[in-house]
């Protein structure tokens, strides 16, 4: 059955998908330990630590993790004021869609089977489980690194009640050039694969509430209102990669708003407009607030 599973999802426009073995992920355990320790946390991330390491605990009948890749790189714009991740409709809702499509291919032919999807908000490490099924290595920003994607890609998965063959983790390391650690732009990527979040661009154009001084600084290293791509800019795994080949991650893009639009709209048009849009999760204050950062 894994072999009509990766046909589907490359008939789907799905080129990279694995399985991951069950854990518990005692390594991936050890990491988020200290990270818990130094206090390196966003919130963001599932808050109950026996979770994150033990599948089992979300699904009781599990069997298998299948985890797929989702390539977005659409190219460099340099009028962007947005990082690429958000260019495209909400990803929640792309990959949320296509792994819902995988999971009724395996109900409509495996009999009594179950699975549970997720993209991003998932209890599990999604990096480490796209290193456990052998789809991409690890680099030194964090990222998950595939040959023919770069790090530009997103990781979903499905909890299945189906044993499929667990793939080999892809044990590479990245080239170890320090480019994204000489270039972050707080200075965060602390050179073992881990990241204090507290101090990324990323997290505070996303945190709510009022931005220290030091923030503002960050911020203002480059003209980004939303997101950070600098990590990966800079990553020479992602010279000469390819392109996504999925329709809805090349159409219907927005890669620059307009803060003075964004400013005057109503609270109510704008979730019209941008409701679809993973920029929008924290509401327009944020926005705003990042906006004028730069004013
Ligand atoms: C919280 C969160 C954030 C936080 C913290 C990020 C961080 N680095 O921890 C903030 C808001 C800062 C953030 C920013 C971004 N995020 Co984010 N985020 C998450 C989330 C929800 C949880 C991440 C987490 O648990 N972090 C804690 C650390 C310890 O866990 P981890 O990063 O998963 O673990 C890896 C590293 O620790 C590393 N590692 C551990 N030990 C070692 C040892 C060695 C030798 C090496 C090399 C590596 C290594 O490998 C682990 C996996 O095996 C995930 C989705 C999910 N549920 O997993 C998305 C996710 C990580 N984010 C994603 C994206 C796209 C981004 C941004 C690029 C968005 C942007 N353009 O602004 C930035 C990138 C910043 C960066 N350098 O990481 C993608 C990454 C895809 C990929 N190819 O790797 C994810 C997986 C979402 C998705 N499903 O696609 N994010
Ligand atoms: S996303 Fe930006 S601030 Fe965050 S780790 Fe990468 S370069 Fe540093
Ligand atoms: S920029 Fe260099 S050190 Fe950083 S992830 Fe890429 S190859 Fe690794």
């Given at each position: 059955m894994k072999k009509e599973l990766i046909e589907f999802c490359k008939a789907n426009n799905i080129e990279y998908v694995g399985i991951a073995n069950l854990g518990p992920y005692e390594d991936f355990g050890d990491v988020w330990k200290k990270q818990i320790e130094k206090g390196h946390?966003?919130?963001?991330?599932?808050?109950?630590f026996e979770k994150r390491i033990n599948p089992t605990l979300t699904m009781?009948?599990?069997k298998s993790i299948i985890v797929c890749l989702f390539p977005y790189y659409v190219g460099t714009f340099e009028?962007?004021?947005?990082?690429?991740?958000?260019?495209?409709?909400d990803y929640h809702i792309i990959i949320k869609k296509k792994l819902e499509i995988i999971g009724q291919y395996l109900k409509d032919n495996l009999k009594n089977f179950e699975y549970k999807a997720y993209i991003d908000?998932?209890?599990?490490?999604d990096r480490y489980l796209a290193y456990k099924a052998g789809l991409g290595f690890r680099g030194i920003n964090g990222h998950i690194i595939?040959?023919?994607?770069?790090?530009?890609v997103f990781i979903g998965y499905i909890l299945s009640n189906y044993p499929f063959e667990p793939d080999k983790p892809d044990d590479r390391t990245c080239m170890k050039c320090y480019k994204c650690m000489d270039n972050c732009l707080g200075q965060?990527?602390?050179?073992?694969?881990?990241?204090?979040?507290?101090?990324c661009k990323s997290y505070l154009t996303q945190k709510k509430g009022e931005l220290k001084l030091s923030e503002i600084g960050i911020l203002r290293?480059?003209?980004?209102?939303?997101?950070?791509d600098t990590c990966q800019d800079v990553?020479?795994?992602?010279?000469?990669i390819d392109k996504t080949p999925i329709e809805e991650f090349k159409?219907?893009?927005?890669?620059?708003?307009?803060c003075d639009e964004i400013t005057n709209i109503s609270h109510k048009d704008f979730n019209k407009k941008?409701?679809?849009?993973?920029?929008?999760w924290r509401g327009k204050k944020v926005l705003i607030r990042n906006c004028e950062v730069f004013i």
């Open positions: 946390l966003t919130g963001f991330e599932e808050k109950e009781s009948n599990i009028e962007a004021n947005l990082s690429k991740y958000v260019y495209s409709t908000t998932g209890p599990l490490s595939n040959d023919k994607y770069g790090s530009y965060c990527i602390t050179g073992d694969g881990t990241i204090n979040p507290l101090k290293r480059n003209h980004l209102v939303w997101g950070c990553c020479p795994h992602n010279k000469n159409t219907n893009l927005i890669y620059n708003i307009d941008y409701g679809d849009r993973s920029f929008s």
